[in-house]
C-alpha cells in the first residue's frame, strides 16, 4: 500500500507525514531542485516563501492567542497532531503575540523529519499529470507548475484560475445598518441577498479622492502570468482614475434603489452580497483590489455603513491557481468525481501558511483512512478546521473565492457576548471542546 503526494510545501509535508505515521508507505513528489518556481529560493520542504495572498515577505504564521482565528486555528492543529507546529515552537522567535519563526531553521527541520522518516520516499522531479495508480493528495500550492496546472484544468474544466481578482469580506456584524438597507434592484426580490450601502454626493467624494490617491501593494513578477488586466477583473481604485462619475456608473451605481432613509436614489451606492449561506460574512461587490491592506481598510472605512466594518479577508489581485472548490471537492478534501484523489494547501482556496498545513492534516487522515477501507472524516462546523473545509465545499458560495482562518466561517454562538473579546473567548473555548470530544468520538490516537 502506497499514497502519493504531490508537493513538498506545508500541506504536502503535514499529509505526508499524517499518512506516514499511520504505518502506510508515501511517495513525496518535489519538483524542487530539477525546477523551482519564481518563489522559491532553497531546496529545503516547507519554504516559507514571499505571501502573494498577504503581498509581503513574512516569517509570522500570524497570533498565537488561542481567543483570535488563528490561534484557534494553530492550537486545533497541535490536538490533531500536526507534524509543522511542532517544528514551528522549536525555532520560534519574538515576534509579540504572533508565532514568528527562523524561516531557514524551520524549513530545516521540516526537512529533516520529511527525510528521516522510513515510510516516507522522496521522488524529486516534476510531476506533469495526475497519477490514477494509488491515493494521492495534490498539495502544489498556489504557484502550481503550467503542465500539472494543465491537466488539472483539462479534468476540472473551467474550475481552475489562474489569476485571482478578489474584492474583501467583511463580518455582518460589523456593518452598522443605521447607514444601510436591504433591497433588490427594481424591487425584484431577494432582500437579505443584498446590503446596500448609500452615499450622499459629499461622502462619495471624499471617499473617492482617498481611493485614488491610496497606495497600491507591489505586484511581484511571479504573482502575474498576464501583464493584461481584464476589464472584468479591474481594480477599483484603478477604474476610479478614468473620471470621478465612473464609479457611480459601475460598482456604485445607485439606481433601482430608493434609500428608505431619504426616500431618494442615492448619489453612489456599494451592494454587499453574501458570502456564505450563514450571512455572516458578506462581500463588497465589484471591489476587487490591489490597495495595501491598511489602506482598503482607511479607504473603505469611509463608506458610512463600513465605519467600524471587520475585515476577514482584504482584496488582493495577483497570480493565483485554485479550484473553484465547490464545484470539485466535497469538504473531506476529495475530489466528488475521483475519491481516491485528494487536494491540500491553497489549491483549494484555504489562504494562508496554517490554512494550508491544517488542510494537509486532513487531507492526509483521509487519504490513509480511505486506503485503510474507514470513513473520511469532516470535523465539526463550529471549529475552525472544520469550518475552512465546508466553506470550500458550501455550494452556496456564490463566487468562491481563497479564504483564510476567522470567526466569521463559524456559527453564530448562542449567547452572542456584546464585547468582542469575551466573543472571541466564546467561539474559541465552544470549538476546542467541540474537538476534543470529535477526537476522542471519532479519531482517538492522532499520531
Aim: aromatic share 8%; net charge neutral.
Amino acid at each position: 500500500m502506497v499514497i502519493n503526494v504531490i508537493g513538498a510545501g506545508l500541506a504536502g509535508c503535514e499529509a505526508a507525514m499524517k499518512i506516514a505515521n499511520r504505518g502506510i508507505a508515501v511517495r513525496l513528489f518535489e519538483m524542487k531542485p530539477q525546477k523551482r518556481t519564481p518563489a522559491h529560493h532553497t531546496d529545503l520542504f516547507g519554504e516559507l516563501v514571499c505571501s502573494n495572498s498577504l503581498m509581503v515577505c513574512s516569517n509570522s504564521l500570524k497570533a498565537m492567542r488561542v481567543e483570535s482565528a488563528a490561534g484557534l486555528l494553530k492550537e486545533e492543529m497541535r490536538r490533531l497532531g500536526s507534524f509543522l507546529m511542532r517544528c514551528a515552537d522549536r525555532c520560534q522567535v519574538p515576534a509579540g503575540g504572533a508565532l514568528a519563526v527562523d524561516r531557514e531553521q524551520f524549513a530545516s527541520l521540516v526537512t529533516e523529519g520529511i527525510r528521516q522518516h522510513p515510510l516516507i520516499t522522496v521522488v524529486h522531479g516534476e510531476v506533469t499529470d495526475i497519477p490514477d495508480d494509488a491515493v494521492t493528495v495534490i498539495a502544489t500550492g498556489p504557484l502550481t507548475s503550467d503542465a500539472l496546472a494543465k491537466k488539472i484544468e483539462e479534468r476540472f474544466g473551467d474550475s481552475l484560475s489562474f489569476f485571482d481578482a478578489a474584492a474583501p469580506i467583511v463580518t455582518a456584524e460589523s456593518i452598522d445598518m443605521d447607514y444601510a438597507f436591504t433591497a433588490s434592484r427594481y424591487d425584484r426580490g431577494g432582500d437579505d441577498d443584498y446590503i446596500n450601502c448609500p452615499m450622499n454626493k459629499e461622502e462619495y467624494e471624499v471617499f473617492y479622492h482617498a481611493l485614488v490617491n491610496a497606495e497600491r501593494a507591489p505586484l511581484h513578477d511571479f504573482d502575474v502570468s498576464n501583464p493584461k488586466v481584464y476589464e472584468g477583473c479591474m481594480p477599483v481604485e484603478v477604474l476610479a482614475q478614468r473620471g470621478e462619475g465612473t464609479l457611480r456608473f459601475g460598482p456604485m451605481k445607485p439606481v433601482g434603489l430608493i434609500d428608505p432613509r431619504t426616500g431618494h436614489r442615492a448619489w453612489a451606492l456599494l451592494q454587499l452580497r453574501k458570502e456564505n449561506a450563514a450571512g455572516t460574512m458578506y462581500n463588497l461587490v465589484g471591489f476587487q483590489t490591489n490597495l495595501k491592506f491598511p489602506e482598503q481598510k482607511r479607504v473603505f472605512s469611509l463608506i458610512p455603513a463600513l465605519h467600524r466594518a471587520e475585515f476577514v479577508r482584504y482584496g488582493v489581485m495577483h497570480r493565483n491557481t485554485f479550484l473553484c472548490s465547490p464545484k470539485v471537492l466535497r469538504a473531506d478534501f476529495s475530489v466528488k468525481e475521483n475519491s481516491k484523489l485528494f487536494f491540500a494547501g491553497q489549491i483549494t482556496g484555504v489562504e494562508g501558511y496554517m490554512e494550508s498545513a491544517a488542510s494537509g492534516i486532513m487531507a492526509g487522515m483521509n487519504a490513509a483512512r480511505l486506503l485503510e477501507g474507514k470513513e473520511t472524516l469532516v470535523l465539526p462546523p463550529d471549529t475552525m478546521t472544520g469550518a475552512l473545509a465546508r466553506y470550500i465545499a458550501d455550494p452556496s458560495v456564490k463566487k468562491f473565492q481563497p479564504m483564510g482562518a476567522n470567526f466569521g466561517v463559524l456559527p453564530e454562538l448562542a449567547n452572542r457576548p456584546r464585547d468582542k473579546r469575551l466573543r472571541a473567548a466564546a467561539y474559541a473555548a465552544r470549538a476546542l471542546a467541540s474537538l476534543d470530544n470529535y477526537i476522542t468520538e471519532n479519531i482517538g490516537d492522532v499520531k
